[in-house]
Nanobody
């Protein structure tokens, strides 16, 4: 199984980024997919997840700003991040598995830096 995350970068506060995660080697359509993030000195936290049937979950701090989606034909999960704030700065990881907090397989992480 491989998960290849991309789309991170440097953006000013209030800006937007879209992360992508291309999955291979698994039955993508059946799996829950998620985005986690880890800021320096902090624990990794679940940001958003989406089940195979399309049910979504968001941590409170990103509700209304981030949107997770998936394209099963492309084996890809996305995280659209709008109204970014400096506190969103972190390494973002995609993960695959089951349920609301899938964690069986992990991608390599992509850095998101939001400047004030």
């Amino acid at each position: 199984v491989q998960l290849q995350a991309s789309g991170g970068g440097l953006v000013q506060a209030g800006g937007s980024l879209r992360l992508s995660c291309l999955a291979s080697g698994l039955a993508f359509g059946f799996r829950s997919m998620a985005w986690y993030r880890q800021a320096p000195g902090k624990k990794r936290e679940l940001v958003a997840s989406i089940t195979g049937s399309g049910n979504t979950y968001y941590t409170d701090s990103v509700k209304g700003r981030f949107t997770i989606s998936r394209d099963n034909a492309k084996n890809t999960v996305y995280l659209q991040m709008n109204s970014l704030q400096p506190e969103d700065t972190a390494v973002y990881f995609c993960a695959a598995g089951w349920g609301r907090a899938p964690d069986d397989y992990w991608g390599q992480g992509t850095q998101v830096t939001v400047s004030s």
